[in-house]
């Protein structure tokens, strides 16, 4: 019995985790806000970037480790039903969290940057029910979406980071590390946070056209958007100096730094198309994954009944996890980088002792017998 | 399409009605015809602790009427003042009196007051960093001995119909053709040079310069020929920290603008070789500049490297450089001259001023953090003791079309 049906591509994969990734790049960009040392920022990113092959290919090993299952299948193998289950529904909460501050940040830059009177759940609402759509519909659908439009993104932010080079001066970047490491440990923490949400490729693993594909696609991922955000920063140091590190909204910012000859200017709609596009695509994917999952876990036929219920839960959360654009901040300042990685790392690495102990102690042919027995 | 079953009708009707009520536009939506363009915003503080704003916003219909070909004796803007507890109250209090909603995405110039520039401008440009309609491009410029609300309400340019436009226009001249204003002076620049450790914020100075105090006064007429008061930019303002405290003058500002790599353009004048009393024009090509800081003994020298190039512009007196070639060289010596005269100015009235304009202490911490780290408390103490060191290498490149002047008979 497969609760989903459609299988999608390698390069869909790579398009839906650079999404990901992107989104808290262009929108807020916790990396730098209230930075101590903002010109070491792209340390962090850089940093941070490596960093985060090692947790990453830990999830893409688990992956492999069992084809043919999500996450959610093989920690009820891994860590028996109940604890499993437990890890089941504490993924689907990160995931669904995740889609609630992504859906405030859409909605809060929306307020900030243009039209402070409209209420914020127009904005959200509009996103959260077009995702709901894109999610109910498939992962296939989904992954087509993230394949078209990531080049879109791509292109825009590569023009966003380009177009205001009469303003760049790269000496801001300088001097390197004079205080030191410390300050740049929180930021490279902050940059691991969020590429750790790579853990929803464990949903993504058993639908893929080629499983081999997984480990690439995923560091091709890691490395595509980890350059852009390195570049990012880069070019935020450049144009802003010291004052990034007081940037709500830093692509935003940095679009409106654009001048070019006095006729072109005012280009804001490009990091704007960047965030709408991303939030649209990256929640859907976090709708179809939260999903199911939960079909899975409550043993459900099908997972598309779930979709907006779970929609309308994550625009719930939306409104009520946050008061203001502050709370947001502070959010992604002293919750988001423990929680996250408490989460991913957390299941991660249990889930792979798990297997290590369990393909020890049976030599591996209870596991694989299990397997064949779910197929 | 028809709808094959009734979930699916009551989905297509769910979905266009929903699609329907996006289709609406937005709550914040404002039509061009309600917006009052503002093109220009000067700040004062006025006695009694309130903040004072003066906008220019453009008059569309004067404008238009004006490019239709017949003259418009309307001027084509403005100038409209309010005054608030805070800038963002102010900006807000113009709604009492303007009829369309001042908007202030197109607003080029942020002009300060001289008397609310030295009392701090930290307050005031917070607003400007923070709103979502105004731009971080924006150039901060001050008035001297004046307030700003004397300059948006009197000063007008020939050949522009917008002050904005003109102000615009003189800035680009100055900065590509004399070198003798800052060049990136805007909100974002100027909100840096706040932060960064080690350097002090400059902006444009502006001058009020009375034209012709004899013509008739037309109040809201703007004929030709007859604008009364105009301004001059260039000289900068020179701050320490958030706050005014004292004027470099356009030779001075170019002395900056060659330590800190930024001259374009602009004449050196200098005495004609072998000619007493006769003077040479040479016209800057390019610029370029590099500042080596490093403590010794405690000290801390900087060293400082321009290299200039510059075209024979202009000879007075007579001399045919075919014949005496080495008065080449000796031109070359005194640009360097002329060149050193310029920058030591610049230096000195900055170290008088107490001011770290140039970036010394800055470009010593992108080189040395540690000892920067070490110097940064007292730099206020350390700054007017610095030694500068000038390798200037100064190049003539060409003469022009002739050889030696035209000689009289």
Redesign the interface.
């Known amino acids: 019995m497969e609760i989903e049906g459609g299988k999608i591509s390698g390069s869909q994969l790579l398009a839906l985790l650079v999404l990901t990734r992107l989104v808290p790049v262009t929108i807020e960009f916790p990396l730098v806000t209230g930075i101590k040392s903002p010109q070491d920022a792209w340390i962090s990113s850089l940093v941070g970037t490596v960093l985060s092959i090692l947790p990453v290919l830990l999830m893409v090993r688990l992956s492999l480790k069992y084809p043919g299952k999500t996450i959610i299948e093989y920690s009820q193998l891994l860590l028996g039903k109940f604890f499993g289950k437990i890890a089941g529904f504490v993924l689907v909460w990160y995931w669904l969290s995740i889609a609630a501050t992504m859906l405030r940040s859409v909605g809060d830059a929306y307020t900030t940057a243009i039209m402070p009177e409209t209420p914020i759940l127009a904005f959200i609402l509009v996103v959260g029910f077009l995702s709901a759509n894109a999610a109910r519909s498939g992962l296939e659908v989904v992954g087509r979406l993230g394949e078209v439009n990531m080049l879109v993104v791509i292109l825009s932010v590569l023009l966003t980071l380009s177009l205001p080079y009469k303003v760049m001066n790269f000496e801001n970047l300088l001097p390197v590390l004079s205080k030191g490491i410390r300050p740049i440990m929180l930021p490279t923490g902050t940059a691991i946070s969020f590429f750790v949400e790579f853990i929803i490729l464990g949903m993504v693993a058993p639908y893929l056209n080629n499983p081999q594909t997984l480990t690439k696609s995923s560091l091709g991922a890691i490395a595509i958007s980890g350059f852009m955000m390195t570049a990012f920063t880069v070019v935020l140091i450049a144009v802003f100096g010291p004052t990034v590190s007081s940037l709500m909204l830093p692509a935003f910012s940095l679009a409106r730094m654009i001048s070019i000859g006095e006729f072109l200017e005012r280009l804001e709609v490009i990091p704007m198309s960047a965030w709408t596009i991303t939030v649209a695509i990256t929640l859907a994917f976090f709708l179809w994954a939260s999903a199911v999952a939960t079909a899975q876990l409550l043993s459900l036929k099908r997972f598309q009944s779930l979709v907006y219920p779970l929609a309308a839960i994550s625009v719930a959360f939306s409104i009520l996890f946050f008061e203001s654009f502050f709370d947001l901040e502070l959010y992604f300042k002293k919750i988001w980088v423990p929680y996250s990685l408490t989460v991913t790392l957390g299941i991660s690495i249990i889930l792979y002792l798990a297997s290590f102990i369990r393909g020890r102690s049976s030599a591996s042919t209870k596991v694989t017998g299990l397997c064949h027995r779910n197929h | 399409m028809p709808p094959k079953s009734l979930s699916k009708f009551i989905n297509f009707i769910f979905i266009t009605a929903?699609l329907a009520s996006?289709l609406t536009g937005?709550?914040?939506r404002r039509e061009l015809d309600t917006l009052g363009f503002v093109t220009a915003l000067g700040v004062d503080r006025t006695g009694e602790d309130k903040i004072e704003i003066t906008v220019h916003i453009a008059k569309p219909f004067a404008i238009a009427r004006a490019t239709e070909g017949s003259v418009s004796p309307e001027k084509s803007f403005w100038v409209v003042s309010s005054t608030g507890s805070t800038a963002f109250e102010a900006i807000r209090n113009l709604l009492l009196q303007s009829p369309r909603r001042p908007f202030y995405?197109h607003n080029r110039f942020i002009v300060i007051g001289e008397e609310c520039a030295r009392t701090g401008v930290k307050e005031i440009l917070d607003l400007f960093?923070r709103d979502?309609e105004a731009?971080?491009?924006a150039r901060v410029e001050v008035v001297k001995g004046a307030t700003a609300k004397d300059f948006m309400q009197q000063v007008e340019f020939e050949l522009e119909r917008l002050p904005s436009e003109g102000g615009q226009g003189i800035s680009r001249s100055v900065q590509e053709g004399l070198s003798a204003e800052p060049v990136?002076c805007?909100l974002?620049s100027f909100?840096?040079w706040l932060?960064?450790e080690g350097v002090e914020p400059i902006a444009v100075r502006i001058d009020m310069v009375p034209k012709n105090p004899a013509a008739p006064s037309n109040v809201g007429h703007l004929l030709r020929e007859q604008v009364k008061i105009s301004s001059k930019h260039g000289g900068a303002a020179v701050f320490k920290g958030d706050k005014l405290v004292g004027w470099l003058d356009e030779k001075e500002m170019r002395g900056v603008n060659w330590v800190t790599g930024k001259v374009r353009s602009g004449i050196l004048v200098i005495e004609q070789p072998n000619e007493k009393g006769k003077l040479v024009s040479l016209e800057i090509l390019r610029a370029k500049s590099k500042l080596q800081p490093e403590v010794k003994n405690g000290e801390v020298l900087v060293t400082l490297r321009i290299d200039a190039e510059a075209n024979l512009g202009e000879m007075q007196g007579t001399l045919d450089l075919v014949k005496y070639p080495q008065a080449w060289t000796e031109m070359e010596r005194k640009m360097v001259e002329a060149i050193e005269t310029e920058v030591m100015a610049a230096i000195s009235k900055a170290k008088e001023l107490n001011s770290d304009i140039f970036g010394f202490g800055a470009a010593l911490?992108?080189?040395h953090?540690?000892e920067?780290?070490s110097l940064k408390d007292r730099w206020d103490l350390e700054f007017p003791r610095i030694d500068v060191k000038l390798e200037i290498n100064a190049k003539l490149r060409r003469m022009g079309l002739v050889t030696r002047s035209s000689e009289p008979r």
Do not use: V
């Open positions: 929903f996006t937005c709550w914040n995405a960093a979502g731009r971080r491009l990136d805007t974002n909100l840096q932060e960064t911490n992108r080189r953090p540690e920067w780290d």
